[in-house]
């Protein structure tokens, strides 16, 4: 069995169709969800990007942050769990190749390659398409130097005007749509297929596109095709909390982040075009889904961070489809899943055996009609904040200030807007007991680490009063 999977990043399950979104165009993937298996209880163990990439890949239990490496000096992230591979534990991909796959990567996200990280081991080839967000890829003029039309206040003189000006300089050398981050992603992993796909025996393709992660800068036609009539600031890259923002762009910021999903839905629908043409479905699983969602206003925070651990950013969505000869369509299983779940469950339907590194557990018996039933919850934690829940309540702590609890009724409050924390004795304790079975004797670390976002960032270069390039004057 050949294998593709594809992650997009911040992409929150209720933004599709196939999930019941109905305002936001996405007919690729509620195409690819009504003809395979949705799951509608996948979870992030841990979070965020890199955390839950580690378990993606090496199959293995990433929260509590118990397993560390140090993280090289220069990398201004310090979240908990944030660094890279655990040299000890082998990847799916290594696998795959002491058996006989070819394995390939293609990504933009550059956290992936910073100093000692080490995503790319295992992969015969890989592809980093670079500028995207922190990637210090290219200098010099740029026609989005004037930055006023995107950037709050609260953003500029941190290391987020940085990200974005690196990605607005790379994207001035778009010439076209097909040239923004996710579009090349896909068109790459397109000429991939082409190249390889019917040349190797077997294979696994990982594809992870940072899109539809902000700055939600995208063609114009997607920024405004939620809210035309817009014509304030564009706010493509908000702050956790926004002060004094109107309802004109809060709707826009929500209008920004739909239209880059409706942008990404396209190239999906692109890349899958070709897999079918190519009669690659006969043979190969498909495994889509997200690292995590994205807050839009609810519970005040409108970008990811820690005290933001709701089920807008909780509730992942991920989709399979299995080659032909399995015949699972349509089906939605309730089973909790986590993401280091899948390593396990990709090697024993290919046959594998997973090696013992991997703690992951293996729900092949869901994928092809043996059991609906997998965990009996799902935890997992973004630095200080952890968090448990089950089909009943959702219970969250944050362990450097354990006053900060939340405990929600699911099925009276699903939308968690009412907190019982205190008023529900014996459920909160409850809970408490079961997170505190999954943290297994875990305490934080004297020191703490944070995102480094709202770090002071100043150039060290000076423009010329008198700059021009040669490439825009």
Known sequence: MNIILICLDSLRRDHLGVYGNDWIKTPHLDKFGRENIVFENFYPNGIPTLPFRRGLMQGRRVHPFKETKPL??????TLLGWHGLIEDHITIQEVLQQNDYTTSFITDVAHMFAPDVNFHI????????RGNECDKYLMGGSRGNNLDK????EVRGTIQERYLTQSMLALDRAKSEEDFFSPSIFRTACNWLE???RYYENFYLHIDSFDPHEPWYAPREYRYMYDPDYSGKEIVLPQPIMENMTE????????????????VDRWFGHFMEKFKNMGLDKDTAVIVLSDHGHPLGEHKYW???PPALYHTMLDNFMMIS???SYQRHGERPKAFVHEYDLAPTLLSLSGITPPESMNGSDFSRVLTGGSDTHREYAAGGYNTYAYIRDNDYFYRLNLAAPEDIALFDLKADPGQKNNLAGSLPETEQ???KMLERELDGWKLPEKLGDSGYLNAYKPNYIIRDDAWTSIYD
Do not use: W
């Open 150 to 153: 995107y950037l709050v206040k």
């Open 430 to 432: 409850l809970m408490h």
């Open 195 to 197: 190249s390889n796909a």
């Open 248 to 263: 004109a762009e809060a709707n826009h910021i929500r209008a920004l982040y739909a239209g880059k999903i409706t942008m």
């Open 122 to 129: 295992g992969f015969d080839s890989y592809q980093f398409l």
């Open 322 to 324: 299995l080659p032909q």
């Open 303 to 305: 970008r990811k961070c």
């Open 72 to 77: 090289h000096p220069r990398n201004h992230i």
